[in-house]
């Protein structure tokens, strides 16, 4: 069976796909920062737990080392915060760490176990608040740069990665009811999760480098 790689795969959208993709019979690795706390991931039968926090170069280094050159038929970025609605400078570059910079590094470190794979594909959750063709009233600069910032990036990976036979999603999950989404979110994880997982079923070479809404819908940049 094929292996997925999750990040942040401990609560919330993360911990949905991992009970999915688990429940379908796949090898599922998930990352948590605190993987002793990890409850709900460990109660998973076949998923594996590893430590991972993606901000941390030590941490990723030690991630890799265990890992290895297993191969990774599809790798999900899913770890990602909301950050700061307050221009506080730290607190910005923070939030660009772990939702831009950690997920495009990771990707470049995991690409030779990707491409070693019978599937070969690549996502990251983003957001519609990181369009800004879409151009909802949101005024959260400090989450909404970053997801701009990631779906630049990621757009640019999957013309990088075409040659190796990679495909790359940028997906945006919905409004999902989690402790990021909130309780009045429009969608429960499973709604998410089973859109995604049928977005990311006919990912390939032909649809690579767009950005996707769970429902299929592709999205303005
Ligand atoms: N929920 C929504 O409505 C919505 C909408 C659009 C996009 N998204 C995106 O979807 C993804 C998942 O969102 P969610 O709603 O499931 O969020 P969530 O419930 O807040 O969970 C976030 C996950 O990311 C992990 N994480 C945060 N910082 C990390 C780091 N430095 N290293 C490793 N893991 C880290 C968290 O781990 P800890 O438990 O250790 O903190 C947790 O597992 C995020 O990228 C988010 O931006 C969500």
Known sequence: ???VLITGANRGIGLELAKQYAA?????????????KADGLRAIGNAEVMQLDAADADS???FMAVLGDRPIDLFINNAGVYG???????EWLKTFEINSIAPTLLAERLK??????????????????????????SSAIVYRSSKAAVNAA???????????????????????????????????????????????????????????GYDGRQLPW
């Open 1 to 3: 069976m094929p292996t």
């Open 24 to 36: 379908d019979g796949w090898t599922v690795i998930g990352t948590a920062r605190e993987p002793e």
């Open 60 to 62: 990723l280094d030690d």
């Open 84 to 90: 700061s609605n307050d221009l506080d400078r730290d």
């Open 112 to 137: 030779p176990n990707v491409a070693a794979s019978g599937q070969k594909k690549m996502a990251v959750l983003s957001s519609i608040m990181g369009s800004i063709g879409d151009g909802n009233g």
């Open 154 to 212: 990621w757009k640019a990976l999957s013309n990088r990665y075409r040659e190796d036979g990679i495909a790359v999603a940028i997906l945006h999950p919905g409004w999902v009811q989690t402790d990021m989404g909130g309780p009045n979110a429009n969608i429960d994880v499973e709604t998410s999760v089973t859109g995604l997982r049928a977005v990311l079923d006919k990912l390939s070479l032909q649809s690579t480098g767009r950005f996707t």
